[in-house]
């Protein structure tokens, strides 16, 4: 899609809730404009304002969207956005929301420490986010993060960071806390009190990340 086409579309804020009654009242503007084609920009500015004040449509919108035509194709660009595809619309309300939720509420994951409390809180905080945005805006993010609920805290990170979240490397290797450090060592002895698990002090970094692993997987 021609950017300046996709330009002209963020001007008039389309989302999954209302892209077909906006698409529907370009559609039936540009029908009767091949009737009667405006012969100057003024006409063509009062005819597409009255039209979609009769629609409903917000006028600050309008008012935008107007500015953004007569820096570009100018009264054409009404007949571009009709002749799109519902399919074409549909697509560029998605990235566009996609966007949106990254670049509006992407930086609150810079407080993710990887453990599954946090990861419950920003995960849901996340959808209530995408789902304000749009709710096609909130399956996608859905899609991305859900296959992740029971992942390893390095499959979260990587995950996270490939989709463009600003989340610190320490969030692939969670502190962790005595109660969690417990059942790792009841995890080690094979739940029996009586045999005694080998402390953090008297292991290698390999042996602990092991162990991590191991619980995470057991978790799962």
Do not use: K
Request: aromatic share 12%; hydrophobic share 40%; proline share 4%.
């Amino acid at each position: 899609m021609d950017e300046t086409i996709s330009g002209a579309l963020d001007t008039l804020e389309l989302n999954g809730d209302n892209a077909a009654y906006w698409l529907a009242t370009l559609r039936g503007f540009e029908e009767a404009e091949r009737s009667d084609p405006a012969q100057d920009w003024d006409t063509f500015v009062q005819r597409f304002t009255a039209w979609t004040e009769q629609a409903g449509l917000p006028s600050d919108v309008t008012h935008r969207f107007l500015e953004y035509a007569a820096q570009t194709y100018g009264a054409e660009l009404a007949g571009y956005l009709a002749a799109l595809t519902d399919e074409q619309v549909a697509a560029h309300c998605a990235q566009a929301g996609w966007a949106r939720l990254i670049t509006g509420h992407g930086a609150d994951w810079a407080g993710y420490d990887g453990s599954q409390p946090h990861w419950e809180y920003f995960r849901d905080q996340f959808y209530v986010q995408a789902n304000d945005i749009d709710s096609q805006v909130y399956a996608m993010a859905y899609e991305q993060l859900s296959p992740y609920d029971t992942a390893t805290p390095p499959e979260r990170y990587h995950a996270l960071v490939g989709l463009g979240l600003p989340v610190d490397v320490s969030a692939a290797q969670p502190a962790y806390s005595e109660a969690e450090f417990d059942g790792f060592a009841a995890a080690e002895s094979g739940g029996n009190p009586a045999e005694e698990a080998t402390s953090f002090d008297e292991m290698s970094v390999e042996e602990v990340e092991e162990m991590i692993l191991r619980y995470a997987a057991a978790a799962a």
